[in-house]
């Protein structure tokens, strides 16, 4: 099956140093999960895996300064 299939969405998750972490997927928990494929341990320890939100593709501009 074609993960084309399930829509997916663009999460940033809260840090703890006051950035936000952008991660992509069809839920929250899916998005984290792939940033843990991406970050060493010490990089997902500054992550707040239940403090994020979803925003539509067309608004990631306004959140680019605050991307860490």
Request: charged share 25%; proline share 6%.
């Amino acid at each position: 099956m074609s993960s084309f299939n399930n829509p997916h969405y663009i999460f940033l998750f809260e840090m703890k140093n006051g950035k936000e972490k952008l991660a992509y997927g069809p839920t929250p928990q899916d998005a984290y999960e792939s940033l843990r494929l991406r970050l060493s341990a010490e990089e997902m320890e500054l992550i707040y895996s239940d403090k994020y939100t979803r925003i539509p593709q067309r608004e990631l501009q306004q959140h680019v300064h605050n991307l860490g």
